[in-house]
């Protein structure tokens, strides 16, 4: 994940990060940034994503934290109903 915000903004973790990454992961390759968030990208994040059965987010105290699939879709869809710009980047 943070190697993708590194080749599109030169940021190792650019904010709502996670959440433009499953948005991608939901509707398909999408501009980032100066770069493309690729199928590639796309099926690499979904492989390794279900084989850890978990999403990586970004959290003020623990930083790049794993959490359940299960929960961060939930997390997505309330985060997202609240603030739509969020999957945007």
């Known amino acids: 994940m943070s190697d ?7 940021a190792g973790w650019l904010q709502n990060l996670e959440y433009v990454l499953w948005n991608a992961v939901l509707m398909g390759p999408r501009k980032y940034g100066h770069g493309t968030i690729t199928r590639e990208d796309i099926s690499e994040l ?5 084989r850890i059965d978990s999403w990586i987010v970004m ?12 929960v961060w879709r939930v997390k997505y869809l ?10 945007r980047g």
Not at 4 to 10: A, D, G, M, N, T
Not at 46 to 50: A, H, R, T, Y
């Open 4 to 10: 993708i915000s590194e080749r599109c903004y030169y």
């Open 46 to 50: 979904i492989f390794l994503s279900n």
């Open 59 to 70: 959290d003020d105290e623990t930083e790049e934290t794993a959490i359940a699939l299960g």
């Open 78 to 87: 309330n985060d997202i109903s609240l603030d739509p710009a969020r999957a």
